[in-house]
């Protein structure tokens, strides 16, 4: 008997072999440059195979899920200015350490000038948001948009998502970040039952996936093409589908955690290298299906985290409205979100923060026939 999530699986993939690659460079290229971008149904276009498929595309597509104008500017602040931000020794050391992941073949000039330009943008984005501390693995966020997009709209990119997505990473402790990956196993319960009680009987714990949270994957994979298509996943999803990922990739490895030693090291030394053959098309079905089954509030209490007072939920929500996207669950916590807004809010009064609310949460069948919708138009 089949599983709700695969049956989910299902659907999606039904979905995502119901278009070819020109196709949807077609169909979202007309999108991204349409006058009014429909961003709902850009978004559809992530969750297919290839996601926006060509760098080209991606240029264009990032920014406008997140409201940006292609044509935006990074802000102009003196070295001095820079150079005396709390963070800015840390910010260096961790530049420094980050080869790996720019281009093998690129020549040293060429990536040393850009490791110079991710060092500006990143203390641009931190300078101009005080209520923001750095954290390791905030570099590797960045340096994916600064290949990506370059020095200027990636600024503008990681200055919308720090705010928004990476909110709760970005505070003076990781307190919240810790309680957010408490959702890992009341999902996989649901996913797996089995894999769940082993992981729980050897004390597994969560700590294996936080690299995987807070850098959006990209600190633990080797094929860029990977990252920037979970990028390209995550920047249309909930805040919270990282998590979910990370779930679809426990359950995905299911007969080699199974296999493993029921005991804490051996099990977090597997799950803590990535397979270099991730299919990031199954696994994207996967997080989706768990996410339209069980979306993350109706989790929240199990998980014991607060989410009507997270500034990450917050923070979309706003996000979201800004752009015109309602949800049912946005009733759900709207009464809730002025609270939580309270104290950022007293702090940081001249911070900029996006207006938003949460992504549609739809059942699989929902997502599915929308999805057809946009592909046979």
Known sequence: MLSLVSIGNLIFSMVKSSIDKKEKLSHISRIVNSMKVDVEQLREFSYTDYGYVSEELRRQAWPKL????????????????????????????????????????????????????????????????????????????????????????????????????????????????????????????????????YMEKAEVGTIFSLSWLITWYSHVLDDAKHTVRLYDFFLASHPLMPIYLAVAVVVYRREEVLKTEPEMCFIHVLLSKMPTDLPCEQLINTARTLFALWPPYLLASEANFEYNHSKTIKNFLKFERAIGIKTKEESLTSAKVNDADRDDRMSYASTNLYKVTMWTITAAVGVAVVALQYVVS
């Open 66 to 197: 997140l409201g940006l104008q292609l044509d935006c500017k990074a802000p102009t602040y003196g070295k001095i200015w820079l150079e005396k931000h709390r963070d800015y020794t840390q910010v260096v050391l961790d530049v420094n350490r980050s080869l790996k992941r720019f281009p093998s073949a690129m020549k040293e000039e060429h990536r040393s000038k850009l490791q110079e330009q991710l060092t500006t943008l990143i203390m641009k984005v931190l300078v101009s948001n005080p209520q923001l501390h750095y954290y390791q693995g905030f570099h590797d966020i960045c340096v994916t948009f600064l290949l990506t997009l370059g020095k200027d709209l990636g600024y503008a990119a990681v200055d919308s998502i720090s705010r928004s997505h990476l909110r709760d990473f970005m505070d003076v402790d990781m307190n919240r970040t810790r309680s957010m990956l408490n959702y890992l196993y009341p999902i996989l319960e649901r996913a797996d039952p089995e894999v769940k009680a």
